[in-house]
Nanobody
Framework: QVQLVESGGGLVQAGGSLRLSCAPSGRPVSSLAMGWFRQAPGKERECVAAISRSGGSIFYANFVKGRFTISRDSAKNTVFLQMNSLKPEDTAVFYC????????????????????WGQGTQVTVSS
């Protein structure tokens, strides 16, 4: 069983930055494929960014390309989502997800592909 502990959400003005962190307990981050999703009120949960178990394959949703960066620090056993140039439409609850797939280089972008989920952290961007 993997528990994901998220942190880093908050309130920021448009154009500002936040960094989200996700630490999986019980497993090294290098043994997991990880992803960040977001869900705004009344909308479906969508993938923002994802990183393969190898760390060598990364996915970004078009709406965050050039603004968000997903990274992994094995020494800290943490995955980060650096969010820059935030927009009011980025306001959502952000979730960290993990999968223990044996597909080493695959990135997963669908919610059904992930086994474990964090509790979510609110990101609010004011205009």
């Amino acid at each position: 069983q993997v528990q994901l502990v998220e942190s880093g959400g908050g309130l920021v003005q448009a154009g500002g930055s936040l960094r989200l962190s996700c630490a999986p307990s019980g497993r090294p981050v290098s043994s997991l494929a990880m992803g960040w999703f977001r869900q705004a009120p009344g909308k479906e949960r969508e993938c923002v960014a994802a990183i393969s178990r190898s760390g060598g394959s990364i996915f970004y949703a078009n709406f965050v390309k050039g603004r968000f960066t997903i990274s992994r620090d094995s020494a800290k056993n943490t995955v980060f989502l650096q969010m820059n140039s935030l927009k009011p439409e980025d306001t959502a609850v952000f979730y960290c997800a993990a999968d223990s797939s044996t597909l080493y280089t695959k990135v997963f972008v669908r919610t059904a592909e992930y086994d474990y989920w964090g509790q979510g952290t609110q990101v609010t961007v004011s205009s």
